[in-house]
């Protein structure tokens, strides 16, 4: 007779409540962090409905026709409105995407299309790699050591030229990956028609990817539009409606900041 394994039969028997044991912890443990997650997340939702309560609460009432279309009024008196802010703003962000769209886009159109792995693609690349994760700060004082000090004067030209050094490589990188995700097929598709690789780009591929490219242009103006940091050493501020280039102006995140 072959010899008999005393344990075999009590490792059979224990493996089942061993392994119900262990399904039982993962799925306590699993309970609990999504009891914690939610709690984490409804906190900061409360969080941000008092904030924004808050905001509203304070700041409806002074909310009228005349904010949006009159000058601040002089020290000492209620009433004015931050016009001179809204339109110095639209001419800073006009002045960055008249600077920083056409060449943002180009650059991207050249990254996706032109220079994939070339040598002069991967300098530019990284460069823009590196001016996307540059405080805007650094924008600031490059114009102002370029432009103020040589006009000798704060300037709307200059925070629109800090501006758009913020705004250039979000719109470049964002163009670049929006045109990688064209199917190849569509270019080549077109190329077989004997259309020129530039037109192919320009008048098939750039508008396949519009959508794309003009949502990180959104982000892009979105994100230099609340920024007063470079204007500090640019276009400073203006208490009076000015739409003069060559002249310091107004803006909105400068007006909140004051």
């Known amino acids: ?14 493996t089942p409540r061993i392994q119900v ?29 008092i904030v924004m309560g808050y905001i509203l609460l304070k700041g409806v009432p002074g909310l009228s026709v005349h904010f949006f279309t009159r000058l601040p009024a002089p020290v000492g008196m209620s009433g004015g409105g931050v ?29 996706s299309e032109f220079g994939r792995r070339g040598r002069l693609g991967q300098i530019v690349r990284f460069t823009a790699d590196v001016l996307s994760g540059m405080p805007s700060i650094t924008a600031g004082i490059f114009i102002y050591t370029l432009v103020v000090v040589k006009m000798e004067t704060f300037s709307a030209l200059a925070g629109g030229l800090a501006l758009a050094i913020v705004m250039l490589p979000v719109v470049a990188r964002n163009t670049e990956e929006m045109l990688r995700l064209v199917p190849e097929g569509q270019r080549e598709a077109t190329m077989a028609l004997g259309i020129p690789y530039w037109r192919t780009v320009l008048w098939v ?14 982000l892009a103006v979105a994100g230099i539009a609340g920024d007063p940091v470079p204007l500090f050493f640019t276009a400073l501020n203006n208490n009076y409606f000015s739409l003069d280039l060559t002249q310091p102006i107004s803006s909105l995140p400068m007006e909140i900041f004051r």
């Not at 443990?29 to 409905?49: D, F, K, N, P, Q």
């Not at 016009?83 to 990254?111: D, E």
């Open 205 to 218: 591929v750039l508008p396949s990817a519009g959508r794309g490219v003009g949502i990180g242009i959104t």
């Open 21 to 49: 044991s262990a399904d039982a912890r993962r799925q306590a443990c699993s309970r609990l962090m999504t009891g914690l997650s939610l709690a984490a997340t409804l906190v900061l939702l409360a969080v941000l409905l």
């Open 1 to 14: 007779m072959e010899p008999v394994d005393p344990w075999a039969g009590l490792a059979v028997r224990e």
């Open 83 to 111: 016009y001179h802010a809204i339109t110095g703003s639209l001419v800073l962000v006009g002045l960055a995407c008249a600077i920083a769209v056409p060449w943002g886009v180009a650059v991207g159109i050249f990254l």
